[in-house]
């Protein structure tokens, strides 16, 4: 199965595993972080696992909780997102040159959708997508 590296806290942003239940996760639909900005297109489609960098500087931080709060999500602290692992999946639907979401700023836009946390799952990743053992799951 393909995985994408994604910095923290858009990785929590993307899988949000705090709304575990169907009901909690379509009541706050606009608070799912729908898109991945990158600065690459791609062709793939389809579930891939959501893999936490391991990375994640506190100016880069600070910038996600104040992107985050002004669109009505409140972060978990610093210390306490997984790093370094696999957090979930979602799936690609498609890549687009501009997005309407709140959650765009990029060059490219992945549109996701179904994101599912998945417990953590400690693993090294890589610079965009890379193939993952599935034993490892």
């Keep these: 199965m393909k995985a994408l590296s994604i910095r923290q806290p ?4 993307i899988v ?11 009541g706050a639909a ?6 991945e900005n990158r600065s690459r297109r791609t062709n793939i489609r389809g579930r891939v696992l959501v893999h936490a960098s391991l990375g994640m500087t506190r100016k880069e931080y600070d910038f996600a909780r104040d992107y985050a709060a002004e669109r009505g999500v409140t ?4 210390e306490s997102l997984p790093r370094g692992g696999t ?3 979602v799936e690609i ?3 687009l040159d501009w ?3 709140k959650w765009y700023m990029g060059q490219k836009a992945y549109i996701l959708r179904d994101a599912v946390p998945l417990p953590f ?3 090294k990743g890589q610079l965009g997508f890379f193939e993952c053992a599935s034993e490892r799951l």
């Design 16 to 26: 949000r595993p705090d709304l575990v239940s169907p009901e909690s996760r379509a």
């Design 99 to 101: 997005s309407d979401s």
């Design 30 to 35: 606009g608070q799912l972080k729908d898109v």
């Design 75 to 78: 972060i978990p602290a610093f």
């Design 87 to 89: 957090v979930g999946s």
């Design 121 to 123: 799952v400690p693993m």
């Design 93 to 95: 639907v498609d890549c």
């Design 10 to 13: 858009w990785a929590w942003l």
